[in-house]
């Protein structure tokens, strides 16, 4: 277990769906990333959160949003979905890049039908 | 911009012996950070080495070692006495340490597959 809990593990949907992923950073990590893994783009950064304020922004689409509460749990929202939409999505969890990298969650695998 | 670069796609490798992984950065930046990481067929994401990029001595890890030539923009992972619980998918990552900004880019990675 690294500490990063990612829910729900599987998700499959249907296109035009939306869907919440949830991410609980490890204790005492303040900055939430999420990075989506797919087959033709590989994994790619998506958004930053830290200490509850979005601190960068990569590759995300306009479908899709993300947010980190109080609690510093974070939700990453995916709207309108599209069969390319279909990813392994990863939270990870850092209080600052060390030499013990970040910590990722285990996944969220979306399939989108 | 950041580019990372893992120029092989996959390779095998005899149990036991080492297996070296290439990666080369591109950055305009002086102060970065490399990472590799490690995925197993189940999906995780499993760090396993990092050199800072004004360390001066290359990062070990048990059997991991990073040869960090800086001046070629190298980072290559060194894996010695390969392990078939090693088989796996290796990703070269890097993030440059400005600001709070960690984000980390990927390579497309190299999938090992060590053979008995």
């Known amino acids: 277990d690294s500490g990063v809990t990612q829910t729900p593990k599987h998700l499959i949907t249907a296109t035009g769906q939306r869907v919440t992923l949830r991410c609980s950073p490890r204790s005492g990590d303040l900055s939430v990333y999420w990075y989506q893994q797919s087959l033709d783009q590989g994994l790619q950064f998506l958004i930053q959160?830290?200490?509850?304020?979005?601190?960068a922004k990569g590759n995300i689409l306009e479908r899709f949003s993300a947010q980190q509460f109080p609690d510093l749990h974070s939700e990453l929202n995916l709207s309108s979905l599209e069969l390319g939409d279909s990813a392994l999505y990863f939270c990870?969890?850092?209080?600052?890049?060390?030499?013990?990298?970040?910590?990722f969650g285990s996944g969220t695998r979306l399939t989108v039908v | 911009a950041q580019k990372i670069t893992q120029t092989q796609p996959g390779m095998f490798v005899q149990e036991k012996e080492a297996v070296t992984l290439d990666c080369t950065y591109d950055?305009?930046?002086?102060?970065?950070?490399l990472f590799w990481y490690k995925q197993p067929s189940s999906g995780e994401m499993i760090f396993l080495i990092y050199q800072g990029s004004y360390d001066e001595q290359n990062a070990t890890e048990g059997r991991y070692s990073l040869n960090f030539q800086k001046a070629r923009k190298s980072a290559n992972l060194v894996i010695s006495a390969s392990q078939l619980g090693d088989s796996a998918m290796y990703f070269c990552a890097m993030t440059h340490e400005r600001s709070n900004d960690y984000k980390l880019s990927f390579g497309a990675g190299t999938t090992v597959t060590v053979r008995a």
């Open positions: 950055t305009s930046d002086q102060s970065y950070g």
């Open positions: 959160y830290y200490n509850g304020e979005e601190r």
């Open positions: 990870a969890s850092s209080v600052a890049p060390d030499s013990y990298g970040y910590t």
